[in-house]
C-alpha cells in the first residue's frame, strides 16, 4: 500500500511540475531552467521532496524519480545524472555532476563543475564563467558526503569525504577522505 501511495504522489508531482518543465525547454533554456529549480528548491515539506524529483526526473539528464532532495537544494546545470536512492540534504549546490546509486549526501554539500569555472586574462582580470572550463564531477555509487564538503573532483564508490572537506584531487574508490584540502586517511 505504502508504494502504491508513492506511486501516485509521484504521478501528481510530474502532472502538476509539467507545465514548469515545458516552459524550459524541459532543462534547455538555461535561464528558465534556474528560476523553476530554484522555485521546486523552495517548496517545503514532503511535497516540495515529490516537486523536486519530479521537476529533475523531466529536466535532468539523468534522474531516479525515487531520489530525494531535499529543501533549498537544486541544480545549476541540466547536465547531472542522479542514480537510484540518492538522498541529497538540505541547502545544497549542484552543478555537472554524476551521483550514483544509493549516495547520501548532507545538508551545505556543493559539488562544483569542476575547478577552473573562472578564469584570468592576461591582465590578471576575472572573466565571467562563459571562459570558464565546466567538467562533470563525478561521485560514485554508496558514497557518503559529510556536511558542507565541497567537491570538485571525483569520489570513487564506497567512499566517504568528511564534514567540511574540499575535494581538489580524485577520491579514490573506498575511501575515507578528510580535510582541507581532503587527503585520504582510510583506505579500504
Known amino acids: 500500500m505504502k508504494e502504491v501511495v508513492k506511486i501516485l504522489a509521484r504521478c501528481l508531482a510530474v502532472a502538476m511540475l509539467l507545465p514548469w518543465a515545458i516552459l524550459c525547454g524541459f532543462g534547455r533554456i538555461p535561464a528558465l531552467f534556474t528560476m523553476f529549480a530554484h522555485g521546486c528548491s523552495l517548496t517545503p515539506g514532503i511535497l516540495g521532496d515529490y516537486a523536486r524529483s519530479a521537476f529533475y526526473w523531466m529536466t535532468l539528464r539523468d534522474f531516479s524519480i525515487d531520489a530525494r532532495?531535499?529543501?533549498?537544494?537544486?541544480?545549476?546545470?541540466?547536465?547531472?545524472?542522479?542514480g537510484s536512492r540518492v538522498y541529497v540534504g538540505s541547502y545544497c549546490v549542484l552543478g555537472r555532476t554524476r551521483i550514483g546509486a544509493r549516495t547520501q549526501i548532507a545538508s551545505h554539500v556543493q559539488i562544483l563543475s569542476g575547478k577552473h569555472q573562472h578564469s584570468r586574462d592576461e591582465a590578471g582580470q576575472i572573466q565571467?564563467?562563459?571562459?570558464?572550463?565546466?567538467?562533470?564531477?563525478?561521485?560514485?555509487?554508496?558514497?557518503?558526503?559529510?556536511?558542507?564538503?565541497?567537491?570538485?573532483?571525483d569520489v570513487g564508490d564506497g567512499s566517504t569525504v568528511g564534514a567540511g572537506a574540499v575535494v581538489t584531487?580524485?577520491?579514490?574508490?573506498?575511501?575515507?577522505?578528510?580535510?582541507?584540502?581532503?587527503?585520504?586517511?582510510?583506505?579500504?
Not at 532532495?69 to 542522479?82: K, L, P
Not at 561521485?139 to 565541497?150: M, Q, T, Y
Not at 584531487?169 to 579500504?188: D, S
Request: charged fraction near 10%.
Open 128 to 153: 565571467g564563467s562563459e571562459q570558464g572550463e565546466f567538467v562533470e564531477v563525478s561521485v560514485g555509487a554508496h558514497c557518503w558526503i559529510g556536511a558542507g564538503a565541497i567537491v570538485m573532483a
Open 69 to 82: 532532495i531535499s529543501f533549498g537544494t537544486f541544480f545549476a546545470h541540466r547536465e547531472a545524472s542522479v
Open 169 to 188: 584531487q580524485p577520491i579514490p574508490a573506498g575511501a575515507v577522505a578528510v580535510g582541507n584540502p581532503a587527503r585520504v586517511i582510510r583506505q579500504a
